[in-house]
């Protein structure tokens, strides 16, 4: 009997150059902040100061989006086959420097490189072909030529997917002929602050994409300023409903991705072993910084005992460390600000008298860690049964019947997605048609493909992102 | 059918069937697993670590009309010093012969602690009546042999027959008693991943000591998806028995990568108990030379010609 440990395989970091501060990319030029204030991005695994980004002020954000207006003259001029053949150049830009923005992502926001190189980057590059395709079949897709794009888009993303939820945001804006205005998240700015390089690689006209950073009160003001005409918005359902609140009564149209809190409900007839790797990629993705993760395990009690005890031997395995480690399946938790929040729903959870296991693996010293966790003898009313934790944490139901599964499925006041795990088909398709989440897996979780569309129900928001549906989103009908 | 005796656990057939018949597996997400498994970064002592296990978890083949007498003392040697130059480098698990030249092998292996291994049950194909495969099997330990790969019914097996197969091997466990059974399921023969886990119960029900993947003779050899079905059927017999099979892999492995991904799989999956030439192994002809090649690159950073490696 041997303890065979791995050593260490550390992707290096040195392809990436990181400078000691950054600009706003704006018409097209690199700017200082006329804020002349910045923030410091630091690296969630080490803590370490990785760089300082503008804290934009309303001045920066004026000449951004007066330099997206310009910008559009010029964008919704072009003919569509132009628009296609920027983004495919982007596309491609993006493949090739691929594995500098995956070392990137994975240093400002944690994540472990196996996934920023196998999930999140070719994600990417797929979003922006896909969209690219799009860009002058628009008049072939809808029997009407009376759809017009919006012209200047604000979109304020989130930390746990930073490149991908740009790309998400930007490909489908800039294929329908918009142009935007884009903050990334406070925590993970880099990666877009790198885009905006490719974007001058690309050749794209001065003012089609424009990149700002800062905290909410730079959200705010994108949000709250007179000539946007559209705002798409990923991140918290509180954000989501203050940013609705400040847009109503204007003529501005709006996308939210909000929260959620998905159930993944396993029958007992379920491939068991594949229904386990399925709720580990549910829940532990991205240390559970995932809106759409199946964070609400809904177990038949026939099989309870027997899968919780596979699981639980399955966690164990998970290994947890430096993001740039090849081997590492769980990087750091994003900030300090969610490892409290994560925390302190957990404690609660206890206290409520949820049963938690967590795993033995060893964490490092510094930087923002948490355990896989999982709970179970949970009750409905707990509230780690009902609020979204946005960390490594299941939570875990019982239930006895195919109605009582879907019950509790819905119990919830989000609706983003769910999961169906049973070997029989006819079982999958009753299921699904009763769950009222934006997108249902069946014997699989946390796939994503640009071509299937994305979004919520309840206050999990409202709007898709991908696909065919994608594109309407960024279009309106013209008066 | 009253009870059936396993490996000194009581069990009902009906327990037997039960199982078999509830082999769920859903390819999809057994593909992505094992995959994803496979992307392990495995560098530096943990790879120097990795190859030496391989190397003692090697049962060194040769199952050939050809085979000779010259041929097997040739391939004994290597299996006791596989680099003469390098005395660090482990002795192999196991020889793997034909029955009729066990007696040869014995003969050379001595004192070291290579055993001897020996196909029966009329290997590959067991298309004789059972009389036979009770006989050659019996020939092979009456030589010596201390371990004994067999191989299931498939005709049986692919007719339904699951109860002819699990008696079948059940009469061999008899004739071996002591002696290290290892069950060759023929996974190219049987191509369904529930196919795979019906028979790997049915051989752990029936006391075998280890299944194993293939015969080497067909153009599909092992996998490591039916590896991973085979493993799991293991744990989940243990978690009933309390019973630790072995798994062995066998066909098609050649080089030291695709076999240290297998071993990652037994790592993750089953844990350190199983990292162990008693519960793991490799059957190969060729795997050796290019484990013996890594090795000599982990510690010299040179990858030297084949004609360096005594030939076995």
Known sequence: ?479 | MGNIKISDVSMQWSNVLEMVYESRIDSVGLNERVNSLATRSIKKDSKLEALNMIVTMCDLTTLEGEDTEGKISQMVAKAIKPNPLDTSVPSVAAVCVYPSLVTIAKEKVQNSNVKVAAVSSYFPSGQVPMESKLLDTKYAIDSGADEIDIVINRKAFLEGDYRKVYDEIVALKEVCQDVHLKTILEVGDLKTYENIRKASLISLAAGSDFIKTSTGKLSIGSSRQACYVMLKSVLDFESLTGVKAGIKVAGGIRDAKDAIRYLVMINEEMGSDWLNPELFRFGASSLLDDVLKQIKKLKTGAYQAGYYFPRG
């Open chain 1, 1 to 479: 009997m041997v303890d065979w440990q791995y050593s260490e395989s550390i992707e290096s970091p040195d392809i990436v150059s990181i400078k000691k501060k950054y600009t706003n990319y704006i018409g097209g030029k690199f700017v200082e902040p006329k804020s002349k204030k910045y923030i410091n991005t630091i690296s969630p695994s080490t803590e370490e100061l990785l760089s300082k980004v503008p804290l934009s002020n309303e001045q920066d954000i004026n000449s951004s989006v007066k330099s997206a207006k310009e910008g559009f003259e010029v964008w919704s001029k072009l003919t569509p086959n132009q628009r296609s053949r920027y983004l495919f150049k982007i596309a491609r830009l993006i493949q090739e420097r691929s594995r500098e923005f995956a070392v990137l992502e994975s240093l400002d926001g944690g994540k472990p490189i196996k996934e920023s190189r196998d999930f999140d980057l070719p994600q990417v590059a797929a979003n922006f072909f896909y969209f690219a395709g799009w860009a002058d079949k628009l008049d072939l897709s809808w029997a009407t030529k009376s759809l017009k794009p919006y012209g200047v888009v604000g979109q304020i993303i989130p930390w746990n997917f930073p490149l991908l939820m740009l790309a998400w945001k930007i490909a489908p804006a800039l294929a329908t002929g918009n142009t935007v205005v884009l903050k990334p998240a406070e925590t993970t700015p880099l990666t877009a602050l790198l885009f905006a390089e490719i974007c001058e690689q690309a050749g794209l006209p001065p003012g089609v994409v424009n990149i700002v950073t800062g905290d909410g009160s730079t959200g705010s003001l994108i949000v709250n300023h007179k000539d946007i005409n559209k705002i798409a918005f990923t991140g918290s359902t509180q954000v989501g409903k203050l940013i609705q609140n400040s847009l109503a009564g204007r003529d501005v149209g709006l996308t939210l991705e909000l929260g959620g809190k998905a159930a993944n409900i396993v029958y007992e007839d379920a491939a068991i072993d594949q229904a386990v790797e399925g709720v580990v990629n549910g829940i532990f993705f991205n240390q559970g910084h995932v809106c759409c993760a199946g964070s609400r395990l809904l177990l038949q009690e026939s099989i309870h005992d027997q899968f919780v005890k596979k699981l639980e031997k399955r966690m164990q395995s998970l290994r947890v460390g430096n993001p740039l480690d090849k081997n590492t399946d769980i990087g750091a938790i994003n900030s300090k600000e969610q490892l409290d929040k994560i925390t302190s729903l957990v404690n609660e959870g206890v206290e409520d008298g949820g049963e938690l296991f967590q795993t033995q693996c060893e964490l490092p010293g510094n930087g923002f860690w948490f355990r896989p966790s999982l709970f179970t003898n949970v009750q409905p009313s707990y509230s780690i049964a009902r609020e979204e934790i946005f960390g490594p944490v299941l939570t875990t139901l019982t239930f006895r019947t195919p109605e009582e599964a879907v019950e509790i499925a819905n119990n919830t006041e989000y609706g983003l997605s769910a999961g169906v795990w049973t070997e029989k088909g006819s079982k999958i398709l009753w299921t699904a048609d009763r769950l009222d989440a934006g997108v249902v897996w069946a014997n699989t979780f946390n796939k994503f493909d640009p071509s299937s569309p994305f979004g919520g129900y309840k206050e999990s928001g409202f709007g898709r992102e991908g696909g065919r549906h994608g594109l309407l989103s960024y279009l309106k009908a013209s008066s």
